[in-house]
């Protein structure tokens, strides 16, 4: 079977570009997925990983819609490769005039270790390019650093009614895993919040 996955990094962005360019592939299942890649916690792709034989191939439009690092894709690659499925990545080139499956395989392997690597370089370089700006912005006397979402006086409504929910339960003793679930937020946050509350 075809199986196309398709992921943007927030909810407000738009699904529509990937999954069109998947179903130019004629892929029989497209599993679509709108959160950060930063964790792990995606269960669109945890049913794909789950569900995946050796009959499947596994469709994505670039090597980034698995995670956000090297070692988050890698991680996904192995789980899809230890279920005996081939992943397509659709802005690689293709191999499909070889008929030796392990040569294929092998090529394709080969290729997705330099575009991981190369993915990771430029994250690397990006960070590089942050942290010089924000040191340039100190010496100018302009950095004024990451604003606090969750605060009591965060201009979000929703965002004050979360922090002060959070202070609410934590003082009734209520576990931070607890806390995080319920409000859907991350359990750092949790503690970030608790943190600013104590200052």
């Known amino acids: 079977m075809k199986i196309g996955y398709a992921r943007v990094s927030t909810v407000d962005q738009n699904l529509v570009r990937q999954i069109v360019r998947l179903r130019k592939e004629q892929v029989d299942l497209i599993y679509k997925e709108k959160l950060s890649g930063k964790n792990m916690e995606r ?3 945890k049913r794909l ?6 009959e499947d191939e596994v469709y994505v439009v670039s090597l980034d819609r698995l995670g956000r690092n090297s070692d988050d894709i890698t991680r996904i690659i192995n789980q899809i490769t230890i279920k005996g499925a081939f992943l397509n990545v659709l802005d690689l080139p293709t191999f499909e005039g070889i008929k030796d499956h ?6 394709t392997n080969l290729i997705l270790e330099i575009k991981k690597y190369d993915a990771e370089q430029e994250r690397k370089m990006i ?6 700006g924000i040191e340039l912005a100190k010496l100018a ?12 006086d965060s201009p979000k409504k929703q965002n004050r009614e979360i922090y002060f929910k959070t202070i609410e339960m934590l003082k009734k003793g209520i576990p931070k895993t607890k806390i995080a679930d319920r409000l859907g937020i991350s359990k750092q946050t949790v ?9």
């Open 43 to 45: 269960p669109q792709l």
């Open 49 to 54: 990983l789950k569900r995946l034989t050796s």
């Open 102 to 107: 392990n040569l294929k395989r092998l090529l």
């Open 127 to 132: 960070r590089e390019r942050q942290r010089q």
């Open 141 to 152: 006397g302009k950095y004024k650093g990451k604003k606090v979402q969750y605060c009591a």
């Open 191 to 199: 503690y970030n919040i608790l943190r600013r509350d104590q200052e």
